[in-house]
């Protein structure tokens, strides 16, 4: 298993990079569409639907919805910022909500356990998320601030799993995800912060006029982003372990499914990218 695991990521990881290194905006997007649509299948049994006649159904949902939010903010043709803007508020928002059912789960499983809820969530979880990353993209520098929230969500995965395996005794979510404590929480969040304070010293004395705000902004920034990372983690335990099942699905090798992979940056990229925008990034 760990042998799939080191082969699964070290291809995942080439991919990206090409990907990011050699595809254009636009057919970056469709390719960022294709493995969110993967999600989104997979996402569909999470939801309880089980005829693949109704899980196509769902892809097809999600592909329109992702299409529609394409049309409204000009996507491929100069981005209306403004736009953007007003869907990762209002993905924000929905995480905001994410967090209160998070903490209260199991009670909160009243509210949004049905079929219909729990495939809504899965909509609000998946497209902001991409149109996210497409906009990142479409800006200067863009394959680096996507390159910037997948390190910054690695960093936050490092950091609690080395931590948390030596003092992770209160647990973070027991409810949720057993695995997760305090202790790791904390690891996570100051080897996040400790890597970007670092980052932004070497580039100050390199290139000081290439960075485009403060330390104390961009460390709030890194803050939140790894924050609704962790939730995004957690959001994903908690509908699986409502659903009883222990990973979304077996496309990866040793890593479960593309919601499994994926599932801490749908909600870092919203918050990372409105971060830019309130941080005078962009």
């Known amino acids: 298993m760990l042998k799939q695991r080191i082969i699964t990521a070290v ?87 994410a967090l209160l059912w998070v903490k209260s789960y199991p009670l909160s499983a009243g509210l949004w356990g049905s ?57 973070l979510a027991p409810e949720v995800s057993p695995g997760k404590s305090w202790a790791g929480f904390w690891g996570g969040l100051a080897s996040t912060v400790l ?16 960075i485009p705000t403060g330390l104390l902004p961009l460390l709030c920034l890194v803050t939140v982003t790894v924050l609704a990372s962790v939730l995004g983690d957690l959001l994903e335990s908690m509908v699986k372990r409502h659903r009883g099942i222990k990973d979304s699905g077996q496309l990866l090798p040793g890593h479960g499914g593309i919601m499994d992979r994926i599932d801490s940056i749908t909600a870092a990229a919203p918050v990372f990218a409105l971060g830019l925008m309130a941080t005078g990034w962009v």
């Open 115 to 171: 079929l219909w809820m729990r495939g809504l969530i899965g909509m609000l979880v998946l497209v902001p998320a991409w149109l996210a990353l497409c906009y990142l993209r479409s800006l200067e520098g863009g394959v680096w601030l996507i390159l910037s929230v997948i390190a910054l969500v690695a960093s936050a995965d490092i950091g609690a799993y080395f931590v948390g395996r030596a003092f992770g005794k209160a647990k």
């Open 195 to 210: 890597l970007a304070t670092i980052l932004w010293v070497l580039l100050a004395k390199v290139s000081p006029g290439a």
């Open 11 to 97: 291809v995942i990881v080439l991919a990206l990079l090409a990907a990011l290194a050699y595809l254009s905006m636009p057919v970056l997007s469709v390719v960022f569409g294709l493995i969110v649509l993967l999600a989104a299948w997979e996402w569909s049994d999470l939801s309880g639907l089980s005829s693949k006649v109704s899980r196509i159904s769902y892809v097809l949902v999600c592909a329109a919805l992702m299409a529609a939010a394409a049309w409204k903010t000009n996507l491929f043709a100069g981005v209306d910022q403004s736009e953007v803007k007003e869907i990762v508020i209002a993905a924000s928002l929905w995480w905001a909500i």
